[in-house]
């Protein structure tokens, strides 16, 4: 049950072939020898653009159809970094403000509320810094969500009330601890603050203006879509996926080129190019919290000084229901990065195909040049 919750981009012509595009195609299939996964994609930024995308394997067991370019992939946590993105946008309008304490924005919530929860923000939520637990961790409490017929604000609601009786696990803004409730947190204080629930709010203040349009909440797709695995078999059943309330935390499904979108704008926002923040807005989310320097946890992202044996600063995560796996790397100072998406996660060797796959493609992404002399 652990992994299923957690998880933790002009070149000059040349007269040949792109060594880094002709060794492309063994890339993936290199990747998922050895492992149970059935399929993996891929897709490289280059300089702010995306390249075609890469595929490898076949979208379901017994199926002899290959995984094919388009499709829709589970990204798990890599939506942490869109639910923050929301966040950010409704600061920046004033529906929202980093440093209002969490009792105020959810007063119907605050007499339950254990008092170190209190003075929380949204910054040490979208940072895992607010010493939540990871999840609750009575799991016939969480199943009970599968079932349950109320809204989807309603039900994150009646989650959080319990989560925020549960014991921190640590100092609030002390060492960072991962925590998909954090991101449930944030979420909710967006809904409350506008009174639209959040898969509208992020269709509308993020997924919409960006074009990205293949955008599902769905946990399954059809039979004309890659399905996750799990355990050997395709995890199709209705536990196996998180509930679809989990949304904030990871539970969304595109395809990399729209994943893409989303993430080139991540990097040009940093350069004044983006369209959804201001410059400072970006720079806020890509900032390290916390003690932690050049390395540790942004808002929604992590952030590290290297990544993948490649210069950074780089923003990277990982995600997985336990039926997919999914990581991105992204260099926003050359506009370069790598995403990875496969339809199985450890039980099957997803993790590591994909991070193969995700070391071999960074290889082939310049690092940025050294500081003028």
């Not at 946008?89 to 403000?97: G, S, T």
């Not at 269709?203 to 769905?218: N, Q, T, Y």
């Not at 395809?255 to 040009?268: K, P």
Request: hydrophobic residues 45%; contains cysteine; aromatic residues 6%.
């Amino acid at each position: 049950m652990t992994s299923r919750r957690t998880l933790l981009a002009g070149l000059a012509a040349l007269t040949v072939p792109l060594p880094a595009r002709a060794a492309e195609p063994s890339v993936l299939a290199t990747a998922l020898a050895g492992t149970a996964t059935p399929g993996m994609a891929a897709m490289v930024i280059r300089d702010f653009r995306a390249e075609p995308e890469q595929v490898a394997g076949v979208r379901r067991l017994g199926d002899a159809k290959a995984a094919a370019r388009g499709a829709r992939w589970h990204l798990g946590s890599n939506g942490k970094a869109m639910t923050a993105t929301l966040v950010a946008r409704l600061v920046e309008r004033e529906a929202l403000a980093w440093d209002r304490p969490l009792e105020k924005m959810l007063p119907a919530l605050a007499a339950g509320m254990r008092p170190e929860y209190r003075a929380v923000t949204l910054p040490d939520l979208l940072s895992h810094h607010a010493s939540l637990p990871e999840n609750h961790d009575d799991t016939a409490y969480f199943n009970t969500f599968f079932t349950d017929r109320a809204s989807m604000t309603a039900q994150r609601l009646r989650y959080i009330g319990t989560a925020l009786g549960d014991a921190p696990i640590g100092p609030v803004r002390g060492e960072p601890s991962y925590s998909n409730t954090g991101l449930l947190i944030a979420a909710a204080c967006a809904e409350q603050a506008t009174g639209q629930a959040f898969e509208s709010l992020i269709a509308k203040e993020v997924f919409r203006p960006l074009g990205i349009k293949s955008f599902s909440f769905d946990q399954h797709g059809g039979r004309a879509e890659p399905c996750g695995h799990v355990e050997g078999r395709a995890a199709d059943r209705p536990f196996d996926a998180n509930p679809k309330m989990f949304a904030p935390a990871g539970a969304m499904r595109m395809s990399l080129g729209d994943w893409s979108r989303f993430c080139i704008d991540q990097m040009q926002g940093e350069h004044g190019r983006g369209r959804l923040l201001k410059a400072e807005g970006y720079r806020f989310l890509h900032a390290p919290q916390g003690s932690g320097g050049a390395r540790g946890w942004a808002l929604g992202w992590g952030a590290a000084d290297r990544a993948a044996g490649r210069k950074g600063p780089a923003l990277t995560h990982s995600g997985s229901d336990g039926n997919w796996y999914a990581l991105v790397i992204l260099f926003p100072q050359t506009g370069n990065g790598v995403l990875v998406a496969a339809n199985a996660a450890d039980s099957m060797g997803g993790d590591k195909a994909s991070l193969a796959a995700l070391r071999a493609l960074a290889a082939t992404v310049a690092e940025p040049a050294p500081p003028a002399a």
